[in-house]
């Protein structure tokens, strides 16, 4: 028996690889702010203030 090609390949790989696209942008953008808060934390505590 013969498998027909499944026609909507493409468009499933392109849905998952967006779906994976967003997940990481989603974790990148978290990690980022985490990044921000910390170092914005770490200027506040030491007081060394750059003008």
Known sequence: ??????????????QTREERLKAALKANLKRRKAQA??????????????D
């Open 1 to 14: 028996m013969e498998r027909k090609p499944d026609k909507s390949g493409p468009k499933r790989v392109a």
């Open 37 to 50: 808060k910390a170092r914005s934390g770490a200027d506040g505590e030491s007081g060394n203030k750059q």
